[in-house]
């Protein structure tokens, strides 16, 4: 079969559309080309570091007993100082409980909790725990109705939050606020709180209180300490 050529002008219309084609990849690498040429920058904010405070309570008397008295007669007293520490970061309440054993003929006997004052031998502190001082017992009468047995003893409330007796201590951060994204958390702990403090406890057989019947009687008492961080903690 004889073949035709094309005539001239379909041949036309097919140059006219590639030419047509080659205009718009032009113009589509030109808008390419003009966006790649946009100015930018960037940076990077890091070293975002963060950390958690401590609140640590020590006391100078963690691997000894703090106070006791052997042989005690009615009218017999002794009186010892506990150093108690906040080595943390973040100021911190606390509280203490007694528990006792090996208590015979019920003794518990009677103490007094008092903050240093001008020194624990003259026990002229503040009294934190305790009630009428031994020495001002002239007459016979109940202990019950004198004093508060050791296995009572008691500061604060181990509750959370702040309660009633709890002792404060500040932290080793607590001398600026501490800076929270554009805020501060001020210092949780008065300025007027140290990060130590000396409690005088004295334990005493009452002259006019303790009868026959505690002859030859016995108690061991624990005291322990719990604290918990005073900020975001009312």
């Not at 017999?76 to 208590?103: C, F, H, K, Q, W």
């Amino acid at each position: 079969m004889t073949q035709t050529s094309a005539s001239p002008r379909r041949r036309g219309v097919r140059r006219g559309l590639a030419v047509l084609g080659l205009a718009l990849g032009l113009t589509s690498v030109s808008a390419a080309s003009f966006s790649l040429a946009l100015f930018t920058s960037s940076t990077n904010v890091s070293a975002n570091a963060f950390s958690t405070g401590t609140v640590i309570l020590t006391t100078d008397k963690a691997a000894s007993a703090l106070i006791g008295f052997t042989n005690m007669l009615p009218g017999d007293s002794v009186t010892a100082p506990l150093l108690i520490s906040n080595t943390g970061t973040g100021a911190l309440r606390y509280s203490m409980t007694t528990t006792v054993s090996g208590e015979t003929k019920g003794l518990g006997s009677q103490l007094q909790v008092k903050t240093l004052g001008t020194g624990c031998g003259t026990f002229d502190g503040t009294l934190l725990y305790g009630n009428i001082d031994p020495t001002l017992i002239t007459a016979p009468a109940t202990i019950e109705a004198l004093t508060k047995p050791i296995k009572l003893a008691f500061l604060g409330d181990a509750a959370e939050g702040n309660q009633a007796g709890d002792r404060v201590l500040a932290g080793s951060d607590n001398a600026a606020p501490v800076v929270i994204g554009s805020a501060s958390r001020a210092n949780a702990a008065s300025g007027s709180n140290p990060t130590s403090e000396t409690l005088c406890f004295r334990a005493y057989l009452p002259k006019y209180a303790t009868g026959d019947a505690f002859q030859g009687a016995a108690v061991t008492a624990s005291f322990a300490f719990v604290a918990e961080q005073t900020a975001n903690n009312p």
